[in-house]
């Protein structure tokens, strides 16, 4: 079975290939004209979304070396994200699924991101059920109970900013560009983590709560900087790791309570903030130290891509699971709705 998969719902466009739960090609077009603006600009992601469709799924094919003839079904991300950027996406599928005459099937983003682990891989076996997932992403912050590829149920999530969004908005306050992820994770490598102290959020259970974070990052860099204006330039490695440790700590003791609440100690990582070097290493410590079993995937299939959605993909075909051309995009789309 071949599956075109694509995947169009924030700033990344991306299309993918896959022969039954191998990835033969799996291409991103990240959108670089959002970091002049700090952030997603969703009218412009929109049309470079349509500008980069069309080459990039005759690009995955290519790669693929296969002929668009050879398809056996059209994936697509019908949500969440934004709706003007699903849009592309998934009137693209509809029209070439059409055109073709195969199938389509609609996936949602976040299934997506836990079910990347099932993409075929010689060096890694799948998480078995039931596992835990946590999908950390620039906008989900979730630890859900995967009892099977459609039977999953979210048992906590953030209740305002997503764990990416403090990495990148506390980036932003240090004058570190757009996403600022990656740097405040390369920064706090040389950096002391004990240095600063962050406060730690009080939430109920298995939510989560990350724009406190953010608001006391801004109090403590006014204060220190009006104090020293050359506070951040000399600090900044410290800053990031203090910041790090403290993001690392508000995941772990969630996730360590879901482990202690449902008593299963597999552990999946999913979405972009699982390519953190502190959350990776905090996971393999807890392998060694109390029996866990961490599954993190490969950062190609951590951030955005469309090979997670051609997974997705393939098990709903072996199912029987096909979508109507009528179905719409839909920018709210809960896990297991
Ligand atoms: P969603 O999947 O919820 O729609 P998204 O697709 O925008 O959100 P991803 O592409 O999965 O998010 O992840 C992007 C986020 O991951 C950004 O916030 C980025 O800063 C963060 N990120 C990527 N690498 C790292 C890293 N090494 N350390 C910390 N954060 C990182
Ligand atoms: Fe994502």
Wanted: negative net charge; proline residues 5%.
């Amino acid at each position: 079975i071949y599956i075109l998969a694509i995947e169009s719902s924030c700033d990344d466009t991306a299309a993918a290939i896959l022969h039954n739960s191998k990835a033969l090609s799996n291409i991103v077009a990240t959108q670089h004209i959002h970091e002049a603006y700090g952030g997603v600009v969703p009218e412009l992601a929109s049309r470079a979304h349509q500008q980069n469709i069309v080459p990039l799924v005759h690009q995955a094919l290519t790669e693929a070396n296969i002929d668009k003839k050879q398809l056996s079904a059209i994936a697509f991300t019908r949500g969440p994200g934004l709706l003007g950027s699903l849009l592309v996406g998934t009137s693209f599928a509809k029209s070439l699924s059409m055109g073709l005459g195969v199938p389509l099937i609609e996936v949602n983003h976040m299934e997506a991101h836990i079910l990347s682990h099932f993409l075929k891989d010689d060096d890694r076996d799948p998480p078995t059920f039931p596992f835990l997932a946590m999908t950390i992403s620039g906008g989900h912050t979730q630890i859900v109970l995967v009892k099977d590829y459609f039977d999953m149920e979210v048992l906590g999530e953030t209740l305002d900013d997503a764990v990416g969004e403090a990495f990148d908005k506390s980036a932003k306050l240090l004058g570190l560009p757009y996403p600022g992820g990656p740097l405040i994770d390369k920064y706090a490598k040389d950096g002391d983590p004990d240095k600063y102290r962050f406060p730690i959020p009080k939430v109920d259970g298995l939510d989560f709560s990350f724009s406190g974070l953010k608001t006391s990052v801004l109090y403590f860099l006014q204060r220190e900087t009006a104090k020293d204006p050359g506070f951040v330039e000399k600090e900044r490695d410290n800053i990031c790791a203090s910041l790090q440790k403290t993001i690392v700590e508000i995941l772990m003791k969630k996730l360590s309570k879901a482990v202690d609440d449902y008593g299963i100690t597999q552990v999946a990582l999913a979405g972009g903030v699982a390519a953190n070097s502190g959350i990776r290493n905090a996971l393999k410590t807890a392998e060694l130290e109390r029996g866990w079993k961490a599954y993190i995937p490969p950062f190609e299939y951590c951030t955005d891509n469309a090979a997670m959605i051609g997974i997705v993909g393939y098990f709903k075909y072996l199912d029987n699971r096909f979508s109507d051309l009528k179905t719409p995009a839909k920018a709210r789309y809960t896990i297991g709705s």
